[in-house]
């Protein structure tokens, strides 16, 4: 046995010298240089951090990052969900080609996909502007007005990120034996019934898996909102990753940009330890 763990833990490290590179080595650099002054010529512990705290652009990012993010988990989850059940219920030959459609929007890269919306949401030549002047509803500013904007960035990351929770429940709803449907059938419950007590409860691991990963990502989210608003206007649809970039780089504030992007650790953290905390349990319990 310990010969064996030896050889995974050799086979492993590959993989692990990768993940300490790419991942540890940039973490813990950006802990380092949270640290510094803007010249980055000395310390100034949690200077940094101080200084965010008291500013309410600070605090509007905050608030704009967890409505951005909560809310397009939330939506992405329901339309992943729905969807799921609507190819589960297509015979097998046609499963392949509806898969492969509905994938599309999560294989194409942001950016690009976030350039066909910006078209789509231009003020002047708005093809959704134009399609509502045919039925005579004045033209809606998607960009131009700091709700409609928020909504415009949460419309397309949910349009991204849809497919992938779809593909994530549809996997899970081929794992559920079909005979609990059938007894389910058998006592009478309705279709509403056999998905609460029936399909929730045999995917809820997935689905808790599927949404804080997904949690993760979009809190991470850059490209949409830089090519879509950046972050405009008056700064209404800035995120961490947005924000710290034009505080960073176009500022030239890197130091302080690093505390920005460091603000989503900890609120990543206890959403994480809440959703694997419930895992956990679930998993004892069975």
Known sequence: MQRKSTIAFLMALPLILLIAILVAYPAGYAVYLATLNKGMTRFVGFGNFEFLFGRDTFWLVVYQSCLFAITAVIFKAIIGFV???????????????WRGMLLVP???????????????????YSALNWLLAIFG??????????????FSVILVNVWIGSPFFMIMYLAALKSVPDQLYEAASIDGATWWQRIWYVTLP??????????LFSLIVTFANFDIVRVLTAGGPLNSTHIFGTWAFRVGIEGGDIPLGAAVSLFMVPILAVAATFILRDITKRGSEV
């Open 202 to 211: 045999m995917m809820r691991n997935i689905i808790a898996i599927t949404a």
């Open 106 to 124: 999560w294989v194409i890269p942001p950016a690009m996909s976030t350039l066909a919306w910006l078209w789509l949401f231009d003020p002047s």
């Open 137 to 150: 509803i004045e033209g809606i500013p998607w960009t131009g007005e700091a709700g409609w904007a928020r």
């Open 83 to 97: 969807v799921a059940h609507f190819v589960h219920n297509i015979p097998s030959k046609g499963q392949r080609k």
